[in-house]
């Protein structure tokens, strides 16, 4: 039975961390993933090589889960131990060290490609990478990224007095708050969109506040996410979802029963949840038709 191997899979890998002095982290969706992939559940402990325990957690995270489903380890201080957890679908004679070997290479080979990543990315400011965002479209009726940018930039110094943020941080982070798409990182990785820009943010010396904004305004992704608290942040992701719903509506593209392929549901209920859990007093009226009013010609309704 999978809920007999996840119990199993989950006992065992715990006890291999904390055997080393780790913990587990807890991954709920990548334990049901695994047991439903394997029918003889070994969880082995392997090693992750030092060079690497310089990247971000985030991206040895997403490195370990996305390719290798790995379950992750965690020291002491809250921060990802060089360790990681790989479940066999066999007892081996050896123990198990063959297969730790063989998945410590396998692994040794993303995480190069991912410091490469970073390396890389870093050697650009991410003001130098708008211009590319002139070659992706946000939608054909709705124009590119960067003109998406430039609306969320002017929705979001609108918004900040309203949410008590700094206008110029606000202003300052949703100019940035795209451009990680543009990293070799994010191409790779594109989970860690947001996430990146935050720490490229942080390296080139913008105010945590920007840089927390830049990683928070896709937020929140879902019912089980995190809101985002912080002003700037807040303004941000408001300014975000506000125009993404406008967009959508002006041209008619509204959800159905059974679609929503442009999330607008979840626009919806993230804009919901950030009123409500910050306690904001927003005229949503007026900032939709501010929003259209950004839009211009683009929209019918405008």
Request: proline share 5%; glycine share 8%; aromatic share 6%.
């Amino acid at each position: 039975k999978v809920a007999t191997r996840r119990d199993l899979i989950e006992e065992k890998a715990t006890a291999l961390a904390e055997a080393d002095g780790f913990t587990l982290k807890r991954d709920p969706a990548l334990l049901a993933e695994v047991s439903g992939l394997v029918e003889w559940p070994v969880p082995l402990l392997g090693s992750i090589d030092a060079e690497f325990m310089a990247l971000p957690d985030e991206v040895l995270t997403t490195s370990m889960r996305s390719h290798q489903k790995y379950f992750s380890v965690v020291a002491a201080d809250g921060k990802l131990a060089p360790r990681f957890v790989v479940v066999s679908n066999m007892e081996a004679e050896d123990g198990g060290a063959a297969i730790v070997a063989g998945n410590e290479r396998v692994l040794r080979a993303r995480l190069a490609d991912a410091k490469f990543f970073w390396d890389q990315d870093r050697k650009e400011k991410l003001e130098s990478r708008l211009p590319a965002l002139t070659q992706m479209m946000f939608h054909e009726k709705l124009g590119t990224l960067e003109e998406k940018v430039a609306r969320i930039e002017a929705l979001a110094l609108v918004l900040a007095p309203v949410v008590g943020a700094d206008p110029e941080q606000a202003k300052r982070a949703a100019h940035l708050c795209k451009a990680d798409l543009m990293t070799g990182m994010v191409g790779e990785f594109a989970s860690l969109q947001g996430v990146m820009g935050r720490y490229y943010a942080l390296a080139e010396g913008e105010p945590s506040e920007v840089a927390q904004a830049i990683a928070e305004h896709y937020a929140p992704a879902g019912p089980d996410d995190m809101c985002p608290s912080a002003a700037v942040s807040v303004a941000v992701s408001l300014a975000d979802k506000i125009d993404t719903l406008v967009g959508f509506f002006g041209i008619d593209e509204k959800p159905t029963g059974s679609r929503d392929p442009y999330g607008l549901r979840r626009a919806a209920l993230g804009i919901i949840r950030i009123i409500l859990e910050n306690g904001i007093r927003l005229p949503l009226l007026t900032a939709f038709g501010k929003a259209a009013e950004l839009y211009g010609a683009a929209l019918p309704t405008a």
